[in-house]
């Protein structure tokens, strides 16, 4: 049961994150009915639960993510991060400033992401925090059977920021890269069923627009294929059609970058 409960968690998890909070907020990939947004918002909160990502914040910082890319300003970039873990504290300053606006960002920036100020007011609140983190150990205090299962539970509380430690660290360090883009950007895994097609990063940089971050012909985006099926029941409205998936003869990795070495842009 366990083990049921945490791939549960983490599958949804992920998936209401890619789906909802990056290629519906941060980029715009496809349009809904205002009760079908809510009703998605809901179920991302839900899902998400002591670790929900605010969109509005969670969009700011991935749009500033894709303008400075593996350059100083990146809010969570490996080339200038000795190890994950200074990576996350480094991304959860940017991220709590954005969500306390203290932080102002850029103009360019703002706009286009789903508000609900009730349920953002009570999801970001620690008390909501707290009692998902008591869900998730009562849930372990009954099933768990053997002592190392404990040792899942901390993952639950802060699922989201993990997905995107993974996504973030392994997706610019490790893998293979498609495209000659401006950054560090690579492909960790072929079939992406870890992180639900989040890893295309190098697919993605280089078609930051297209819904499917699969581009040849072998790679599986699983978030895509969510989309694919919401949009034949007319749930949602595809902004524009991927690009199909081709041959592309790999490229060599990039050495790291500076913020002088490329031109900025959204």
């Known amino acids: 049961m366990v083990y049921l409960f945490f791939a549960s968690h983490w599958t949804l998890s992920v998936l209401f994150q890619s789906l909802f909070q990056h290629r519906y907020a941060a980029h715009r990939m496809y349009t809904m009915r205002p009760r079908t947004e809510r009703a998605l918002h809901l179920c991302t909160a839900l899902v998400q ?32 991060q000795r190890n994950p873990l200074r990576m996350m504290l480094n991304t959860a300053r ?4 954005l969500l306390t606006r203290r932080i102002q960002p850029e103009a360019r920036f703002l706009g286009g992401y789903p508000k609900w100020p009730a349920l953002e007011k009570v999801f970001n609140s620690w008390p909501s925090r707290v009692t998902f983190g008591a869900l998730y150990t009562l849930f372990y205090r009954r099933f768990a059977t053997r002592p190392w299962h404990w040792a899942l539970l901390p993952a639950h509380f802060v699922m989201g920021p ?90 060599a990795p990039r050495a790291r970058l500076t913020e002088s070495s490329l031109a900025v842009g959204t």
């Open 94 to 97: 940017r991220y709590e400033g």
């Open 162 to 251: 993990v997905h995107g430690a993974i996504v973030n660290w392994f997706g610019h360090r490790s893998g293979y890269r498609n495209f000659a883009t401006r950054d560090a950007s690579r492909n960790t895994l072929p079939m992406d069923v870890v992180c639900m097609g989040e890893l295309f990063q190098n697919n993605h940089h280089a078609r930051p627009a297209s819904p499917n971050f699969a581009a040849r012909r072998f790679e599986l985006d699983p978030t895509w294929q969510v989309m694919r099926l919401l949009s034949r029941l007319k749930l949602i409205r595809l902004a524009r059609e991927p690009v199909e998936a081709a041959h592309v003869t790999p490229v």
């Open 49 to 80: 639960g002591s670790s929900y990502l605010d969109p509005r914040a969670y969009a700011i910082l991935h749009r500033e993510h894709h303008a400075y890319a593996d350059t100083e300003k990146d809010p969570h970039s490996p080339s200038h």
